[in-house]
């Protein structure tokens, strides 16, 4: 872990109960970062969330995690449509110390950036200014770059560009890892990371520093149709993107039944030397199986 202390003999380390702060996020990820947060005994006196969705078949309305998790703990939420001048008074009618963001969807203007004296901390999934972007995890992967680690910066007004308070770096032995298995390690150690920092930060013990923006890259975004995958290229490049494209967007391909064509998602495969060895697929409207299971029913790969 790297953290710049300022040169003070006299550091002092904020009392947890002391911190007042305000947490910004919607996703399953922040839930996890706040669980983090809460082991540490750090609970936030504000959620601020992502509105309600409508989900499912029946485009029911659905709270998202981070207010269900608030809700389970008597925190009180806000959920703005917009970030303007009515929000920013409610933030500033309580005096926060500092605001943590974490996958909350949507930029902080400045106004709400310069409301607490402490600015606002975002966790972010890469070693900064490396992966910038919405994707960092899934652009590791695909481009089989194994410096995986986490940092927590002073957000600014530009996307993943404040200055770096705290980073860690992570060895991934089983690689390349599974989309989901580096977003569980991530969080969790996010979390954790984000509780050592917090106290010092409050104190002023930190200091951050800019990032290289010289050696910033940047992920690409991510669509449904570059999951497509062609099983005559790279054996290699392919289990890259099954791993990497796990969940969403998915990856896939097409065979052949009886002359009608089928999509079918691949969801898990391994290497047998150089050859791509699929696991487990998902045809098109039907149950996971085998890929042997699949095979005898007289598919082929188109």
């Avoid at 009180?76 to 309580?94: I, M, N, V």
């Amino acid at each position: 872990m790297t953290k710049t202390r300022k040169a003070n003999s006299k550091q002092k380390t904020a009392n947890r109960k002391d911190i007042s702060f305000c947490f910004f996020g919607t996703s399953q990820i922040a839930v996890g970062i706040l669980n983090e947060l809460e082991r540490a005994g750090f609970l936030p006196a504000l959620v601020v969330a992502a509105p309600d969705t409508p989900k499912g078949r029946g485009m029911k309305l659905t709270e998202p995690p981070v207010k269900v998790w608030a809700n389970e703990r008597g925190i009180e939420t806000l959920q703005p449509q917009e970030l303007d001048s009515e929000f920013c008074y409610k933030l500033q009618a309580t005096s926060y110390r500092l605001f943590v963001v974490v996958d909350y969807g949507k930029l902080l203007p400045r106004t709400v950036l310069d409301t607490p004296k402490r600015g606002a901390l975002n966790v972010h999934f890469s070693l900064l200014p490396r992966y910038r972007g919405a994707s960092p995890i899934r652009s590791a992967i695909l481009s089989d770059d194994r410096n995986i680690g986490t940092s927590i910066i002073l957000l600014s007004e530009k996307l993943d560009e404040g200055p770096i308070v705290a980073q860690k770096k992570f060895d991934i032995s089983n690689w390349p890892p599974k989309a989901s298995e580096l977003d569980k390690l991530l969080t969790r150690e996010s979390g954790r990371l984000l509780s050592q920092v917090l106290p010092e930060w409050i104190e002023g013990n930190i200091e951050a520093r800019e990032q290289n923006h010289d050696l910033a890259t940047y992920c690409e975004k991510i669509k449904k149709e570059d999951g497509l995958l062609d099983l005559s290229g790279d054996a290699y490049k392919n289990l890259l993107k099954i791993r990497a494209y796990e969940g969403w967007p998915g990856t896939y391909t097409f065979f052949e039944r009886s002359g009608k064509k089928i999509r079918v998602g691949i969801l898990d495969a391994h290497l047998g030397g150089d050859k791509l060895v699929i696991d487990k697929v998902k045809p098109e409207g039907k149950r996971e199986m085998s890929y042997d299971e699949f095979l005898r029913s007289g598919a082929k790969p188109v």
